[in-house]
């Protein structure tokens, strides 16, 4: 176990230089950057050459390269040009990556409590009126891009209604004391309850959306796994020794049910940090899918490198942790 | 082992919940639940206003931007500022406008007990402390972020011959005479530039102001740039990044009018819709530029579109290095004739824009008001054609995407109405279209186009700030110097710029703006837009101003 563990995270490691690489590159090749981006109108050709050569912007690409790496291996990746002008853009990610974890967790929740029970219920009831309505919920939920369902949840339920507020993680003249970064935590942690309401009330919404993706295809799996199970012989075979319901579901459907429901969830991280992009968009939420719109839009590459890097990593690391669930689950795996 | 599966992770949770408890302590002050208000006797409530973006740090010195400006403007004064509403000085930090005989040597009268908010005093050697500190920067300032001082200035320490600034006198408590190496029309109005605002001397020095460091795609500012200390109505509480708001609060020492505020909130939100959902919801209680085609809507729901006066011009630059044929008068004065800007301006523009006469708004002392816009004359422009030989002639126009400017709201359509208009009078265009940083500046600056859109809103009121800006130099965007009279466009700009007699001066710039017009037209002045901001229905005190120096410290939020 350990061993795998340790060659996965080699893997990473090789993953992220690679990729810092190629990045690196396709930012130099694109057009425009810093340069134009601190100038504006107030470009010249003089002024642009000053401070490209301020910057060592005109120096040969191995040479930029190479300090980059110099400069990363120390831990330094390079001051922000756009999102956080100034702080070193690992600290954009770092300030930021709370938020989005935030509202990950919130939205995978909110799809594995609503999912998981759904797909279960639909597939113990095949072809009643539960499983047939939450089937086309579910497709509802595929097919209305997030984009669109962020939209529609913000105008209703926080600009006509006033439910809910429409932007941001909290409301800004609550006085909140600041722990972990993560707001609803901090509120908790802190004993501020009002601080943290208000992060959760900032939260549901954005969470809403983001979760309609995981949702719809967790209870599909569920639903289409769990109608596979209870033809299985061991279920019969329960059945016969006279177990009681309430074992036959827990140990024996819905254990065996689940291995690709876990699979599922862990896939479903890298289609959640591309959902986060446009439901953080929306809901001007200030957190790593936020940062990297703004990041593309004013050509922030130290930032970009960062988002991406880490969003290669974190993907790794859920995968990982995916399969160690799934040993946990299946003591097939465990034996290996 | 099967226990400690199970349990293993519940003990984890508990003990990384109690360790974070245990240092978690709350920072509210005791005894103000909710803390809306400060605390404070009267409460004048807070008004968060809605930021497009965020301001890129809080010292305005290594700032060219809106955002910053917005912020670091109700925090910090000037020796002078902007009359509320317009584009003419007055005296702030100073008691009286500056005086001076021969225009190199000046005289400041100083306001008297007036402190920063960390309670330094402010006198003639804070101003010098601070002047000596905007003088003496490294290489890697000079070359980027001390952008405002290189441009009006033109030098820095290192080459202290070469600089407009020469030195700072205290010559009293509260007198201090500020010597130029020459005359120019940029000084005094340039102090009005938020870049130029007073800092705390002990702050600068205790936030090492002046180390700033290029690294990588950006520069790397000190601690100064994160603890902003001046003179103004509002005081620095806190910039939150993880929820993206900065907080003032009301400088009760402040010298004069004090805020009617308790706090002030920017909340960065970087969606245009987002904003106006926000001010609907009445979470926010304004936000700057809204789009043109919105006003009308937000004005029907009961917001207040407040329009400024229009300091900008969007023109039509012309390369006659990349076509051969733009270097012909007629071939240029062709190219104006075709254009029905008065359609433009009433179809693509906001309510307010007009026609522009010349490189400049009409509020710049300098500016012609004997010049007529080129008429649109579809007749004229090919008959001026034929004449330069040049008839169905091509143009690369090119328009950048990705972008809004104040002068420019929307710059597809606008480029898509100046072509139609070219092309009725028979140019072939050929159009492109770059993002704006992805190919439209750094296109423009490598002289990569015919013609092209793009504007400029000025930083101070002085005729140089445009036309100086735009033709003077060997090597300006419009390439003036392959043509006969581009030297002496430019050594007559740099002889006015230092007339210190301002009828003069004056006289001279309206004389070198028909010039431009008539005789040069290096390019073509195209029209004058109002940006706007909007704010709720019961916000008082905002007046809009030309150069976007809105100041707060007037503002009331629910008429309190």
């Given at each position: ?73 120390t ?69 209305v ?31 909140a ?27 549901i ?99 970009l ?32 | ?20 408890g ?64 317009t584009?003419d ?36 050697a ?29 030098a ?22 500020i ?47 994160q ?23 009301r ?120 010049l ?63 993002p ?5 500046l750094d ?24 036309i ?5 130099g ?30 003069e ?16 037209l ?39």
């Amino acid at each position: 176990m350990l061993r795998f563990i340790v060659r996965r995270l080699i893997q990473m490691a090789g993953v992220v230089v690679v990729l810092s690489l190629l990045l690196f590159l396709w930012f130099k090749a694109l057009p425009g950057g810093t340069v134009s981006a601190m100038l504006g109108e107030r470009a010249t050709p003089e002024r642009r050459r000053e401070l490209e050569q301020a910057l060592g912007l005109d120096q040969p690409l191995w040479v930029q390269y190479w300090n980059y790496i110099k400069r990363v291996a120390t831990g330094n990746f390079g001051p922000s040009n756009g999102v956080l002008p100034g702080r070193d853009a690992f600290e954009v990610f770092l300030s930021r990556f709370p938020a989005t974890i935030e509202l990950a967790t919130l939205a995978i929740l909110i799809a594995v409590l609503i999912g998981i029970p759904l797909g279960y219920f639909a597939a113990r009831r095949r072809d009643s009126w539960i499983d047939n309505l939450s089937v086309m919920g579910s497709l509802v939920g595929v097919a209305v891009p997030v984009f669109f369902l962020a939209f529609m949840l913000k105008h209703w339920f926080a600009v006509e209604l006033n439910w809910l507020p429409v932007s941001g993680r909290q409301d800004p003249t609550m006085d909140a004391t600041r722990v972990t970064g993560f707001f609803v935590l901090d509120g908790i942690l802190t004993q501020e309850w009002d601080a943290a309401w208000d992060a959760l009330k900032h939260l549901i919404l954005p969470a809403l959306a983001l979760a309609s993706i995981p949702f719809a295809v967790i209870f599909r799996i569920t639903r289409a796994s769990v109608l596979d199970v209870v033809e299985e012989d061991y279920v019969r075979t329960a059945n016969a020794k006279g177990l009681t319901s309430r074992i036959i579901r827990g140990r024996h459907i819905l254990r065996n049910a689940l291995l690709p429901v876990v699979t599922t969830i862990g896939l479903q991280t890298g289609a959640l940090l591309a959902g986060a992009v446009l439901t953080e968009r929306v809901f001007s939420y200030t957190g790593i899918g936020q940062a990297l719109a703004i990041a593309i839009e004013v050509k922030d590459y130290p930032v970009l490198q960062v988002l991406i890097m880490a969003a290669a990593a974190v993907y790794v690391v859920v995968n990982l942790l995916v399969d160690i669930t799934y040993a946990i689950i299946d003591p097939r795996i465990r034996t290996r | 082992m099967k226990f400690f599966r199970k349990a293993a992770p519940v003990a984890m949770l508990a003990t990384v919940a109690l360790t974070l408890g245990a240092c978690a302590q709350s920072e509210r002050d005791a005894g103000t639940p909710g803390a809306t208000n400060g605390g404070g006797a009267a409460s004048g409530g807070t008004l968060t206003f809605g930021a497009a973006g965020a301001p890129k740090l809080f010292d305005p010195f290594y700032a060219t931007d809106g955002e910053t400006f917005r912020v670091t403007r109700q925090m910090f004064d000037g020796l002078l500022q902007l009359k509320p509403g317009t584009a003419d000085l007055e005296p702030a930090l100073a008691t009286d406008m500056p005086t001076s005989s021969d225009g190199t040597t000046w005289e400041f009268k100083l306001r008297e007990g007036v402190k920063f908010s960390d309670g330094e005093a402010f006198n003639a050697a804070a101003v010098c402390s601070n002047f000596e500190r905007m003088f003496d920067q490294n290489a890697d300032a000079q070359k980027g972020p001390a952008d405002y001082w290189s441009y009006t200035m033109g030098a820095f320490k290192d080459k202290a011959a070469d600089s407009l600034y020469k030195s700072c006198e205290a010559k009293d408590e509260t007198t201090v005479v500020i010597a130029l190496n020459r005359v120019s029309s940029a000084w005094p109005a340039m102090l009005a530039l938020p870049s130029f605002s007073m800092q705390s001397p002990k702050a600068l020095t205790e936030g090492k102001a002046n180390d700033v460091k290029a690294q990588g795609e950006g520069f790397v500012y000190p601690a100064n740039s994160q603890n902003p200390v001046g003179t103004g109505p509002f005081k620095f509480e806190k910039y939150d990044q993880a929820n993206g708001t900065v907080t003032l609060a009301r400088n009760d020492d402040y010298w004069g009018a004090k805020a009617k505020l308790d706090k002030l909130v920017f909340k960065i939100v970087p969606d245009e819709s987002t904003r106006r959902q926000e001010l609907k919801a009445g979470s926010i209680q304004g936000y700057d530029l809204p789009n043109p085609v919105d006003w009308k809507g937000l004005e029907d729901e009961g917001n207040q579109v407040l329009v400024r006066p229009a300091f900008n011009i969007l023109y039509m630059g012309l390369n006659p290095e990349k076509n051969p044929k733009l270097k012909d008068l007629k071939v240029r004065q062709a190219l104006y004739h075709a254009l029905n800007r008065e359609q433009l301006v009433q179809t693509q523009l906001p309510e307010g824009a007009a026609v522009a006469t010349q490189f400049m708004p009409d509020t710049v002392a300098g500016y012609n008001k004997d010049l007529q816009p080129y008429a649109y004359d579809v007749e004229k422009a090919k008959s001026l054609l034929k004449e330069a030989g040049a008839e169905g002639m091509t143009l690369n126009f090119a328009y950048p995407t990705e972008v809004s400017r104040p002068y420019m709201p929307n710059p597809q359509k606008i480029a898509e109405a100046l072509r139609t208009d070219f092309e009725a009078a028979g140019i072939k265009v050929n159009f492109t279209a770059k993002p704006w940083n992805g190919g439209y500046l750094d296109g423009i600056d490598a002289g990569s186009f015919d013609a092209w859109i793009i504007g400029w809103t000025g930083d101070y009121n002085a005729a140089d700030n445009f036309i100086g800006t735009f033709f003077k130099g060997e090597n300006n965007d419009f390439h003036t110097y392959v043509q006969d009279w581009g030297k002496t466009l430019n050594d007559d700009l740099v002889a006015a710029d230092s007339i210190p007699d301002e009828a003069e001066r004056t006289a001279a710039y309206e004389k070198l703006n028909q010039q431009i017009m008539e005789e040069y037209l290096p390019g073509l002045a195209l029209t004058h837009s109002p940006p706007a901001l909007v704010v709720g229905p019961d916000v008082e005190g905002i007046v809009a101003s030309p150069m976007t120096a809105e100041e707060f410290n007037t503002a009331s939020v629910g008429g309190k």
